[in-house]
Each structure stands twice: as structure tokens, then as C-alpha cells.
């Protein structure tokens, strides 16, 4: 296992976000100062960030700067002041479906904003960069486990092929500048401040609602769901452990059938979901399970929470007033 180095000031894109949020939490939890940078992009309500960010801001070590990854005097200026020991980069245009619609958008924040951070980390390379990119980079693959040493270069979205791009623009800046640089592929995290469009919140709100739940295909397709504390414990230990240039699957390695998660989060829920069956839908995927063997071995990574209880935490957290 690759010795951990602790971190003092730590910069966080995304901050608002699903996972920036938790992530920011924890690192104030370590004594950590942080700085949190979010555009509060109107892609889901931006009220929902700011309630994400209301336990951070009540902690004097913690900073909002409201701002976009892509204005490049803001993050030159950031870095530059800062002093941070690590930038995490997890600011992106999520979501597969919508890339499709916007792809122009998708490559402009996550191409040429990851572009502006890695430039701007020139004045600093000592600095360590761990950037979020993301399962959906092994496209169509179907056998599994999933493994960073698989080919990866037949993206099947716009999204994905974004998050490749990232990971290649993050080998080019190792190699020409040695900035210590670690890519994590997250597996589908779930949990409580889940984006409102993705399957789990969704779904969870169309049963409390007793709506019908969209199941694009025959519900046989299956994700490795990642409970979000397993993820930012990940985020962390790539954090303490960045060196070279390395790629890091982030998951539980489990796989669950569709209809077989919409069965259990009813239940968390103590709800009988309804299904509507719709067709499949372009730039969706099989199947997805990681071989977090390298995370095991060079990050320590353990994820230690199974599907059943993650979907009961997160019902929790839904029930809460």
C-alpha cells in the first residue's frame, strides 16, 4: 500500500454537488481548510445545492467561491493563492441521456474546464489533482469485472467519452509537468443528496409519490451500486495517496439486476412499486462491476456498505423532515 501523505488545504470543485458535498464534510471532519468551488449550475435545482452545502458553511474552516471551472483567471487566481496540498477536481456536466441532447456543452465543461485546472496547476505541481471520472468510460464491454487496464476507447455517450478525454488530458500533464495525478472511475454512488435525475433518487420519489417506475428494457441490465461514504472514503484515500499518474476503480464489485434494485428499494421504502416498461435507450449500458483489486491494494480501499443497508440509509434520509 502506498504510504499516505495527510493534506492540510484541500480545493474542491463541484462542491455543491451529490459527492462534493459529502466530500467537503469529511475533509473538515479531518481538520482539513477547504475551499469549495460550484457554479450551482441550473441542471437540477440549485436550492438542492445549497441545502447539500448548509452543515459545511457552518464551519469557519470552509470557503464558497461561486464560480466556473472554465473561468480560467478565477482557478489560475485560486491555485495560485490557495496553497492547497490537493485539488478535487469533481465538477462535471453529469448524466449520459442528457450528453446526448447537448454534446457541444458535455465537451466544453468537462473537456476544456479539466483543460483550465491542469494548466493552471503548472504554477503548483507539486499539487496533487484527483480527478472524478467515471465507469461509463468502459462503454459496452460485457465481461466483468471491469479492470483500468481494460481498452476503453469506444465511449458509447458524449459523457463518457468526456470522462476519457479528462483521463487523457491527465496523463499528457503527468507526463509533461509530473503533477501527481489520480483518476478515479466511480460505479454508480448512491445516497442520500443523490442527483434528483439519477435511477435511485428518482425512483424513490415516483414510489413515495405512487407513481409508475420507468424500466427502459427488460430490467435485466445491471450496475455495481456504490454506496456514497464507500465512494468519499475512496476520494480520500486517492487524496493521501497520489503519486505518478494512476487510475483507480471506485465500486462495491457487486452487480445488481435493474429490477432487482426497484424490488429492494421498494422494500426500504415499504412500497410496492408500479412498472412501466419503456424501450432501451441509446448510450445505456449492459452491465457494470469493478475489479477494485488496484484500490484494494495501493489505496486500501474497502467499501463496507452492502446495497440493502446503503438503500435503507438513503430511505432514511428521505423520510426525514
Not at 196 to 225: C, E, K, N, T, V
Not at 284 to 299: E, F, G, N, P
Request: one cysteine or more.
Amino acid at each position: 500500500m502506498i504510504a499516505p501523505r495527510p493534506f492540510q488545504r484541500v480545493l474542491i470543485t463541484g462542491a455543491a454537488g451529490f459527492i462534493g458535498s459529502h466530500l467537503a464534510e469529511r475533509c473538515l471532519a479531518a481538520g482539513a481548510e477547504v475551499t469549495g468551488v460550484d457554479n450551482f449550475d441550473a441542471y437540477y435545482d440549485p436550492a438542492l445545492k445549497e441545502r447539500n452545502l448548509a452543515a459545511a458553511r457552518q464551519n469557519p474552516r470552509f470557503h464558497l467561491i461561486r464560480g466556473d471551472i472554465r473561468d480560467r483567471p478565477l482557478i489560475h487566481r485560486l491555485i495560485a493563492e490557495q496553497g492547497c496540498d490537493v485539488v478535487a477536481h469533481l465538477a462535471a456536466r453529469a448524466g449520459v441521456r442528457p450528453s446526448l441532447a447537448d454534446p457541444v456543452l458535455y465537451m466544453d465543461v468537462n473537456v476544456l474546464g479539466t483543460t483550465v485546472i491542469l494548466e493552471a496547476l503548472r504554477q503548483r505541481p507539486d499539487t496533487r489533482f484527483v480527478f472524478a471520472s467515471s465507469s461509463s468510460v468502459y462503454g459496452g464491454l460485457t465481461h466483468t469485472p471491469f479492470r483500468e487496464t481494460d481498452e476503453v476507447s469506444r465511449p458509447v455517450s458524449p459523457y463518457a467519452a468526456s470522462k476519457k478525454a479528462g483521463e487523457v488530458l491527465c496523463a499528457a500533464w503527468n507526463h509533461l509537468y509530473g503533477i501527481p495525478i489520480a483518476a478515479l472511475r466511480f460505479f454508480t454512488a448512491y445516497g442520500p443528496r443523490q442527483r434528483p435525475d439519477m435511477a435511485i433518487a428518482s425512483f424513490a420519489q415516483r414510489m413515495l409519490q405512487g407513481q409508475p417506475i420507468p424500466i427502459f428494457g427488460d430490467g435485466s441490465s445491471a450496475r455495481d451500486y456504490t454506496y456514497v461514504d464507500d465512494i468519499v472514503d475512496g476520494v480520500v484515500r486517492a487524496m493521501e495517496r497520489c503519486q505518478g499518474f494512476e487510475i483507480y476503480n471506485l465500486g462495491e464489485s457487486q452487480t445488481t439486476r435493474l429490477d432487482e434494485l426497484v424490488r429492494l428499494l421498494g422494500e426500504a421504502l415499504d412500497v410496492q412499486p408500479q412498472i412501466e416498461r419503456r424501450p432501451p435507450q441509446p448510450g445505456d449500458v449492459l452491465i457494470t462491476c469493478a475489479d477494485i483489486s488496484k484500490a484494494r491494494a495501493a489505496l486500501g480501499y474497502r467499501p463496507a456498505t452492502g446495497l440493502r443497508e446503503g438503500l435503507r440509509r438513503h430511505a432514511d434520509w428521505l423520510r426525514r423532515p
